[in-house]
């Protein structure tokens, strides 16, 4: 993702088609070592294309894909909230572990 993310930087900052220096360049200035197969890989995906139009093709891609923000409104939606909660406290279970934080307060989120 950081490669991509380093692509788009170039071409927002001028740069039509960008380089792999341009991208090691970019992410040499934060910090992060470049690996040159993957720069390769990004460049080859891209090349001729213009990000614009990729950008607007992921997004019709992703206007199909549910995100999980709707409610059914049925009469079974109270059971159904009710199921979801253990299933998002099971995920919630290794985070808080994790997390020393949590420790110091003396209580979890979801106790």
């Given at each position: 993702m950081r490669y991509?993310?380093?692509y788009l930087l170039a071409v927002q900052g001028g740069n039509c088609?960008?380089?792999a220096k341009d991208i090691e360049k970019i992410l040499g200035?934060?910090?992060i070592e470049c690996d040159n197969?993957?720069?390769t890989k990004v460049l080859n995906e891209l090349k001729g294309k213009d990000?614009?139009?990729i950008i607007e093709a992921g997004k019709s891609k992703l206007?199909?894909?549910?995100s999980g923000g709707a409610v059914a409104s049925t009469g079974a939606g109270a059971g159904g909230a009710a199921d979801a909660a253990?299933?998002?406290e099971k995920k919630e279970a290794?985070?808080?572990e994790s997390e020393e934080s949590d420790d110091d307060m003396g209580f979890g989120l979801f106790d």
């Open positions: 991509v993310a380093a088609s960008p380089s200035s934060v910090g197969e993957r720069v990000v614009d139009e206007a199909s894909v549910p253990p299933a998002e290794p985070k808080e």
